[in-house]
């Protein structure tokens, strides 16, 4: 786990209640994982892709990522977002950020503690995010350590590839 | 400590004494049920070994009959496996098919104190069987059909507890309405439903509620086995099962009354379902292109037998279209036999197959640029049933039934008074 326990990035701000379709839009349901990346906020934020570098930092408010059962964290793990810091996520976007490999965690009074632009940094081992423009810590609540590791080893496909039981993402698939 | 359902079903199938708030269980799936979307060609990952083919449900909801090429090719991936590993409950266009959620409750897969997971968000819906089961992500599924495992963080709950009964016309998606707009959100928590009040709301009832609740963000929402419920289930599903109550010291996070005696039809304004019911008096008169009447909430015999009744020998107003969608086709062909499906088509309501389309935007009642729809299905978010400046406010089939003849949003209660419930 060292080396991944300690990560910074630029922030960029976002309100309560982001739902799955602002980060992948249903036209894009039936599209490739690579174009569903180029997707992310287009509706609500047009500049988000064209600005944003590997790494940067979302902060959300409430129920982070409600909405439907899309794969809409494996766009902002695609499209190089760092990690994810809400005031509370939706259980259903947890876990594709766990089973997709996205850092994605709860930081109890963060949208207050950030501006757009800071940079905050997150401690995986303590559990604090922290504002480097401010010194303000706060802290994040930790996440068991077998969802922990998942989230952090790359998700849960990789395993079930080791273990054969589902095929490399790329295998001729027969329709 | 006792336990609430969702504790004591999770703690059942991890095998495990007993779970609390903060624990991750990993649990035995009973049921796994696949959609179609899962075998689209550009998101299927190719399963190489089921962990027990008895386990698992097919169903083709989203994608019926396939409106493209890539749908139908989905298709033939689903068939392609269903037979490869022998899973025999495949519900492939025809007599057995409809929305994932309604085949569930018509068949009773959902069997009450077990676990169940399936890739669509509205898969609380099972809750009303007293089934812990939670929408869950693709590669919980792969995980689900390969391993026969899922894991759950525990979370909070919140219990409901229900007395009187509902007036004429108010039925349990005005009591979601109640609910959504009163408390919100249930992000992490549970949400369980029960009291003497209970056994008044239906099977159906409860089935509209318990598939709501994925707006409230709730991870499970289970209600109370009773013998109405325990009857249902052993009529359509042979194997065994055991329900789980609520321990008498089961500790919640809150514990609400809600009195259905004193409820009335509500409607949600466009863009979000919680924290926004108005009574419909506030909106009445509201001009509407579409009514829609369908989905896994509002697919019911007891949907269509409202919406029926409020038309009967009536006719839909002249430039608004009233879109009625069976949640199976077994429902279809009970609401045919009853006389409903005649009832909607003399009023002037286009009656579809069984499919999830039009409540995702699909296809069977998209709606245009800067159209206004009211809606008795699951979400109203912007863009949701189409382009994203139509505006959806979401309703009873009763309401919006009555709407469709008003051609503006309208009360259904003349068409109910002196009714029993």
Redesign the interface.
């Known amino acids: 786990m060292s080396g991944n326990n300690m990560l910074a990035g630029r922030v960029w701000r976002f309100g309560d209640n982001i739902n799955t379709d602002l980060m992948l839009p249903g036209p894009y349901l039936v599209r490739s994982e690579e174009d569903q990346a180029k997707a992310v906020f287009t509706t609500n934020r047009p500049e988000f892709l064209r600005e944003m570098r590997r790494g940067d930092v979302i902060i959300g408010g409430f129920n982070y990522g409600m909405g439907s059962s899309r794969p809409a964290a494996r766009s902002l793990r695609n499209c190089g977002v760092g990690f994810l810091l809400a005031e509370t996520i939706n259980g259903l976007f947890f876990r594709n950020s766990v089973n997709h490999g996205f850092k994605a965690f709860e930081c109890p009074g963060v949208t207050q503690a950030f501006e757009e632009g800071d940079t905050a940094e997150l401690s995986i081992e303590d559990w604090t995010a922290t504002n480097r423009r401010t010194g303000q810590t706060l802290a994040v609540t930790p996440v068991p350590k077998m969802l922990l590791d998942m989230m952090l080893g790359g998700g849960i496909l990789p395993v079930l590839e080791a273990q054969g039981l589902i095929a490399p993402r790329h295998a001729e698939v027969s329709t | 400590m006792g336990m609430t359902m969702t504790e004591k079903i999770l703690a059942r199938a991890s095998g495990t004494p007993s779970v609390k708030p903060g624990?991750?269980a990993?649990v035995d799936v009973a049921t796994a049920v696949l959609m179609d979307?899962t075998f689209?060609?550009?998101s299927?990952?190719?399963?190489?070994?089921v962990h027990d083919p008895a386990k698992v449900v097919i169903v083709f909801d989203h994608l019926v009959p396939a409106p493209t090429a890539?749908a139908a090719?989905a298709h033939?991936?689903g068939r392609?496996f269903a037979a490869q590993f022998g899973v025999e409950r495949l519900h492939d266009v025809g007599p057995d098919q409809g929305i994932c959620h309604a085949v569930v409750a018509d068949r009773a897969y959902a069997l009450p104190g077990t676990v169940l997971v399936n890739?669509?968000?509205h898969t609380c819906a099972a809750g009303a069987f007293n089934c812990a089961a939670r929408?869950?992500?693709?590669?919980?599924m792969?995980?689900a059909v390969?391993?026969g495992k899922a894991?759950f963080?525990v979370?909070e709950t919140i219990r409901y507890d229900f007395t009187g009964r509902l007036p004429d016309g108010v039925s349990a998606k005005d009591i979601f309405l109640t609910i959504a707009g009163k408390y919100g959100?249930h992000?992490?928590q549970n949400v369980e439903y029960g009291g003497p009040g209970m056994a008044s709301i239906g099977i159906n009832g409860r089935r509209t509620l318990a598939t709501m609740g994925t707006e409230l963000?709730a991870?499970f929402v289970i209600f109370e086995a009773d013998d109405a419920l325990v009857e249902y289930v052993r009529e359509r599903n042979t194997q065994p099962f055991e329900p789980a109550p609520p321990d008498p010291d089961a500790v919640y996070r809150d514990r609400r009354g809600i009195d259905l005696s004193t409820l009335e039809p509500l409607v949600a304004l466009p863009d979000?379902v919680v924290n926004n019911s108005v009574p419909v008096s506030e909106v009445a008169g509201q001009k509407i292109d579409q009514a829609f009447i369908g989905s896994c909430a509002n697919g019911t015999l007891d949907d269509l037998a409202a919406a029926a009744k409020v038309v009967a020998g009536r006719k839909v107003a002249r430039g608004t279209r009233l879109i009625v969608t069976p949640g199976t086709q077994a429902i279809y062909r009970a609401a045919l036999k009853a006389g409903y499906v005649e009832t909607l088509l003399d009023a002037g309501a286009v009656v579809t197959p069984a499919t999830c389309g039009a409540c995702?935007?699909g296809h069977m009642g998209t709606l245009g640029p800067n159209e206004t729809c009211i809606t008795a299905s699951t979400r109203n978010?912007k863009?949701?049933m189409g382009d994203?400046s139509a505006r959806i406010f979401m309703a009873s089939p009763a309401t919006v039934a009555a709407s469709a003849l008003a051609g503006a949003i309208a009360h259904p209660g003349e068409f109910f008074r002196g009714d029993a419930a």
């Open positions: 624990d991750v990993v979307m689209l060609p550009e299927w990952r190719e399963i190489l070994k890539q090719a033939r991936t392609a890739g669509d968000s929408g869950v992500g693709g590669p919980d792969l995980y390969t391993t894991w963080r979370g959100a992000v992490n963000s991870e979000a995702w935007g978010f863009g949701r994203p």
